[in-house]
């Protein structure tokens, strides 16, 4: 499940970011270039996805 959020994570950012695990079920994303709120805003969203993420299924609620 913690790889598949990676991947998850990973594919929200831009190329240029790094998407860590830093321990645990924690996730480190680094944003070269953006300024506080756009990280902020980034992790809302990010963290809006968790509630749809389950251990048999990825549901990417992001997607319209």
């Given at each position: 499940v913690l790889r598949r959020i990676g991947h ?57």
């Open positions: 998850l994570v990973q594919a929200k950012v831009r190329t240029n970011d790094t998407v860590a695990r830093i321990g645990g079920e924690e996730f480190a994303v680094l944003l070269p270039e953006v300024a506080r709120e756009g990280g902020i805003t980034l992790a809302e969203k990010l963290r809006a996805m968790m509630p749809w993420i389950t251990a048999n299924k990825i549901i990417d609620k992001t997607k319209n």
